[in-house]
Protein backbone atom coordinates (compact mmCIF):
# COMPACT_ATOMS: atom_id res chain seq x y z
CA UNK A 1 0.00 0.00 0.00
CA UNK A 2 1.44 3.79 -1.11
CA UNK A 3 0.39 6.28 1.00
CA UNK A 4 0.04 9.97 -0.31
CA UNK A 5 0.72 12.66 1.47
CA UNK A 6 -2.14 15.30 1.88
CA UNK A 7 -1.36 19.06 0.96
CA UNK A 8 -3.40 21.20 2.92
CA UNK A 9 -3.31 24.76 2.30
CA UNK A 10 -3.20 26.21 5.52
CA UNK A 11 -3.14 30.51 6.23
CA UNK A 12 -1.79 31.95 2.92
CA UNK A 13 0.39 28.99 2.25
CA UNK A 14 0.98 26.82 -0.67
CA UNK A 15 2.90 24.14 -2.02
CA UNK A 16 4.81 23.86 -4.94
CA UNK A 17 7.20 20.90 -6.46
CA UNK A 18 7.07 19.85 -2.96
CA UNK A 19 8.31 23.22 -0.63
CA UNK A 20 6.36 24.90 1.21
CA UNK A 21 5.60 28.70 0.04
CA UNK A 22 4.51 31.30 2.51
CA UNK A 23 3.27 34.94 1.96
CA UNK A 24 7.05 36.70 2.93
CA UNK A 25 8.52 34.66 -0.34
CA UNK A 26 9.50 36.41 -3.17
CA UNK A 27 11.07 39.77 -4.07
CA UNK A 28 9.84 43.01 -2.58
CA UNK A 29 8.97 46.14 -4.99
CA UNK A 30 12.67 47.52 -3.34
CA UNK A 31 14.67 44.22 -3.93
CA UNK A 32 13.16 44.66 -7.85
CA UNK A 33 13.62 48.52 -8.14
CA UNK A 34 17.36 47.97 -7.10
CA UNK A 35 18.21 45.58 -9.59
CA UNK A 36 16.74 47.29 -12.25
CA UNK A 37 18.81 50.31 -10.91
CA UNK A 38 21.80 48.76 -10.81
CA UNK A 39 21.35 46.86 -14.50
CA UNK A 40 20.52 50.90 -15.81
CA UNK A 41 23.92 51.83 -14.39
CA UNK A 42 25.81 49.28 -15.97
CA UNK A 43 24.01 49.96 -19.51
CA UNK A 44 25.01 53.54 -18.93
CA UNK A 45 28.40 52.51 -18.65
CA UNK A 46 28.64 49.78 -21.44
CA UNK A 47 26.58 50.62 -24.18
CA UNK A 48 28.51 53.76 -25.52
CA UNK A 49 31.49 51.80 -24.98
CA UNK A 50 30.15 49.24 -27.66
CA UNK A 51 28.19 51.89 -29.79
CA UNK A 52 31.32 53.78 -30.01
CA UNK A 53 33.39 50.86 -31.60
CA UNK A 54 31.04 50.76 -34.90
CA UNK A 55 32.44 53.58 -36.59
CA UNK A 56 36.12 52.31 -35.75
CA UNK A 57 35.10 48.77 -36.34
CA UNK A 58 33.81 49.82 -40.40
CA UNK A 59 37.12 52.05 -40.76
CA UNK A 60 39.24 48.88 -40.00
CA UNK A 61 37.00 46.59 -41.96
CA UNK A 62 37.48 48.62 -45.12
CA UNK A 63 41.40 49.12 -44.63
CA UNK A 64 41.02 45.28 -44.93
CA UNK A 65 39.33 45.66 -47.61
CA UNK A 66 41.19 48.28 -49.56
CA UNK A 67 44.31 45.55 -48.70
CA UNK A 68 42.28 42.78 -50.54
CA UNK A 69 41.58 45.09 -53.70
CA UNK A 70 45.52 46.18 -53.45
CA UNK A 71 46.73 42.47 -54.15
CA UNK A 72 44.14 41.77 -56.49
CA UNK A 73 45.57 44.72 -58.55
CA UNK A 74 48.67 43.73 -58.09
CA UNK A 75 48.12 40.29 -59.54
CA UNK A 76 46.52 42.05 -62.51
CA UNK A 77 49.22 43.64 -63.54
CA UNK A 78 51.59 40.64 -62.99
CA UNK A 79 49.09 39.11 -65.48
CA UNK A 80 48.73 42.28 -67.59
CA UNK A 81 51.29 44.78 -67.20
CA UNK A 82 49.52 47.18 -66.93
CA UNK A 83 46.95 48.51 -63.80
CA UNK A 84 43.04 49.00 -65.18
CA UNK A 85 42.31 52.38 -65.68
CA UNK A 86 40.04 54.64 -64.42
CA UNK A 87 37.54 54.15 -67.10
CA UNK A 88 37.98 50.39 -66.37
CA UNK A 89 37.28 50.53 -62.51
CA UNK A 90 37.69 47.67 -60.22
CA UNK A 91 34.96 45.81 -62.14
CA UNK A 92 38.51 44.48 -64.58
CA UNK A 93 39.17 42.63 -60.97
CA UNK A 94 35.19 40.76 -62.27
CA UNK A 95 35.16 40.72 -65.62
CA UNK A 96 37.71 40.56 -68.23
CA UNK A 97 37.01 44.98 -69.63
CA UNK A 98 36.35 45.78 -73.12
CA UNK A 99 37.34 49.11 -72.79
CA UNK A 100 40.83 50.57 -73.00
CA UNK A 101 44.23 48.32 -73.24
CA UNK A 102 42.09 45.27 -73.20
CA UNK A 103 44.17 42.70 -71.33
CA UNK A 104 45.85 39.63 -72.85
CA UNK A 105 46.54 37.10 -70.09
CA UNK A 106 43.55 38.24 -67.89
CA UNK A 107 43.24 35.20 -65.64
CA UNK A 108 39.69 33.13 -66.13
CA UNK A 109 37.39 33.75 -63.28
CA UNK A 110 39.01 37.28 -62.78
CA UNK A 111 40.98 38.54 -59.41
CA UNK A 112 38.13 39.08 -57.13
CA UNK A 113 34.56 37.32 -57.02
CA UNK A 114 33.02 40.64 -56.34
CA UNK A 115 33.73 44.41 -56.18
CA UNK A 116 33.05 44.78 -52.58
CA UNK A 117 31.23 48.20 -51.51
CA UNK A 118 32.80 50.03 -48.70
CA UNK A 119 31.00 49.21 -45.19
CA UNK A 120 28.77 52.33 -45.50
CA UNK A 121 27.66 50.73 -48.65
CA UNK A 122 29.15 52.82 -51.27
CA UNK A 123 31.79 51.98 -53.90
CA UNK A 124 35.10 52.39 -53.47
CA UNK A 125 36.69 54.81 -56.36
CA UNK A 126 39.43 53.89 -58.09
CA UNK A 127 41.51 56.57 -59.90
CA UNK A 128 44.08 55.25 -62.23
CA UNK A 129 46.80 56.39 -62.75
CA UNK A 130 46.96 58.79 -59.57
CA UNK A 131 48.75 61.94 -58.32
CA UNK A 132 50.03 59.73 -55.54
CA UNK A 133 51.13 56.63 -57.40
CA UNK A 134 49.79 54.01 -59.88
CA UNK A 135 46.27 54.43 -58.56
CA UNK A 136 44.24 55.22 -55.49
CA UNK A 137 40.99 53.53 -53.95
CA UNK A 138 39.37 55.83 -51.98
CA UNK A 139 36.18 55.40 -49.11
CA UNK A 140 34.33 58.13 -48.39
CA UNK A 141 34.24 57.58 -45.10
CA UNK A 142 30.90 57.08 -42.70
CA UNK A 143 29.44 60.82 -44.72
CA UNK A 144 30.01 59.26 -48.23
CA UNK A 145 31.19 62.77 -48.96
CA UNK A 146 34.62 63.72 -50.33
CA UNK A 147 36.81 65.08 -47.29
CA UNK A 148 35.69 65.24 -44.09
CA UNK A 149 37.46 64.64 -40.11
CA UNK A 150 37.31 62.07 -37.43
CA UNK A 151 35.02 58.79 -38.31
CA UNK A 152 33.83 61.25 -41.35
CA UNK A 153 37.63 61.01 -42.84
CA UNK A 154 37.70 59.50 -46.21
CA UNK A 155 40.35 56.63 -45.98
CA UNK A 156 42.70 55.45 -49.36
CA UNK A 157 45.33 53.27 -49.77
CA UNK A 158 47.72 55.74 -49.18
CA UNK A 159 46.73 56.45 -45.54
CA UNK A 160 45.93 53.29 -44.22
CA UNK A 161 48.28 53.31 -41.73
CA UNK A 162 47.19 56.82 -40.58
CA UNK A 163 44.99 56.82 -37.13
Known amino acids: MVRRRMRVRMGGQRWMMGWRIGRAAGFTFI ?6 AILAILAA ?51 KPT ?9 LGGYLQKVPEDPWGNPYKYISPSTRGDYEII ?10 EGPNADITNWNLDKD
Not at 139 to 148: A, I
Open 31 to 36: EIMVVV
Open 99 to 107: TGVVPKKWK
Open 45 to 95: LVVPRIMGRTDEAKRTAAKVQIRNIEAALQLYKLDNGVYPSTEQNLKALVE
Open 139 to 148: SLGTDGEVGG
